[in-house]
């Protein structure tokens, strides 16, 4: 199904939320002005260390909870409005279901919650019980399910009534490797049906292979935002070489010149090199009778720009006090 990617369907602008901790306490700020989009069609990521802004950011779209300024909209509403909520659904990080009930029945029971026509409602469970895998269980109690299951039947409930933006909350906690493959594919799925997801995980792997962009909140501060490879600043690609038949000529070489921290064993080494220094260090190497195993461009991984994220509002935070 087409998308147009270039419509933005959640905005939020200059977001702040202040919350009082206790009576007679100060007022203490959730949010610092964020401002973050999320356009159609597209996986989007938001991710943070605990206590950065996440939860109350996910309830603030969902009209859970009021900003204290700012602008939050979704499909051009204002998220304090109720009439544009057929068009989304939630799936909560620890949906709680009515384990008496079949997967059919507690389908059938929010279809009904959310206004599906008694007409239309059997073939849309059905179709949605097929889609996330579940049509030969979708008559046994959802107590003998597996968290896995769970997640899966708590995925089709947020699609019952057909929305066009899925807000997912931690859809792989608890899981095991299958497990989170199984939700992964579904979510990849949601995409391919021209749905827009807004997801966050602490499992930045998982995010990393879904999320055609990222935001990251730290401290109540939007760090980043955007694809993960608009992080890395020009200039700074670096390429994993391996070289065998290395001479201590060349180590020397590689170690001065080019400061690779070299690793392997034997006349065998493996290092990282600048982009930029490639060519040149080819060539050394040819010149020295090495053999060249492989060349590869180095990707920086989602954890590594989190990371950077987090020490980078610390220091700044440490910094700050200081003054």
Not at 138 to 159: C, E, F
Not at 180 to 205: A, P, Q
Not at 264 to 278: I, Q, S
Request: aromatic fraction near 6%; hydrophobic fraction near 40%; proline fraction near 3%.
């Amino acid at each position: 199904m087409a998308v147009d990617t270039s419509q933005v369907l959640i905005r939020m602008e200059d977001v702040v939320k202040d919350v009082r901790p206790g009576f007679g306490l100060r007022r203490k700020r959730i949010l610092h002005g964020i401002s973050l989009e999320v356009r159609d069609g597209e996986i989007f990521g938001f991710v943070g260390p605990n206590g950065s802004g996440k939860t109350t950011t996910m309830k603030i779209l969902m009209g859970l909870i009021r900003a204290t300024s700012g602008r939050a909209t979704i499909l051009g509403n204002e998220v304090g409005r109720s009439a544009f909520h057929a068009q989304i659904g939630f799936l909560p990080e620890h949906p709680t279901f009515y384990d008496y009930l079949s997967g059919r029945e507690i389908l059938h029971f929010y279809a009904r919650l959310a206004g599906v026509p008694a007409a239309r409602r059997s073939e849309r469970v059905d179709m949605l019980l097929d889609w996330v895998g579940l049509g030969d269980r979708a008559d046994t109690r959802l107590r003998t399910w597996s968290k896995g299951m769970l997640q899966r039947v708590g995925i089709a409930q947020a699609l019952v009534h057909d929305p066009r933006v899925v807000f997912l909350d931690e859809p792989m906690s608890g899981l095991d490797p299958i497990g989170r493959k199984e939700i992964r594919d579904l979510i990849l799925r949601l995409r391919e049906e021209g749905k827009t997801v807004f997801m966050n995980t602490h499992i930045l792997s998982d995010m990393e292979m879904l999320c055609d962009r990222v935001a990251i909140i730290v401290a109540g501060r939007i760090r980043y935002e955007g694809r993960i490879e608009e992080y890395i600043e020009p200039g700074t690609h670096e390429c994993e070489v391996v070289l065998e038949k290395v001479s201590p000529v060349l180590v020397s070489l590689l170690e001065g010149d080019y400061r690779a921290e070299l690793r392997g064993h034997g006349d065998r080494v493996e290092f990282r090199v600048a982009e930029k220094d490639l060519q040149a260090l080819l060539a050394a190497a040819f010149g020295e009778g090495a053999v060249v195993v492989s060349v590869s461009p180095r990707h920086v991984s989602l954890e590594e720009v989190f990371l950077t994220a987090v020490e980078d509002a610390a220091r700044e935070q440490h910094e700050g006090g200081r003054r």
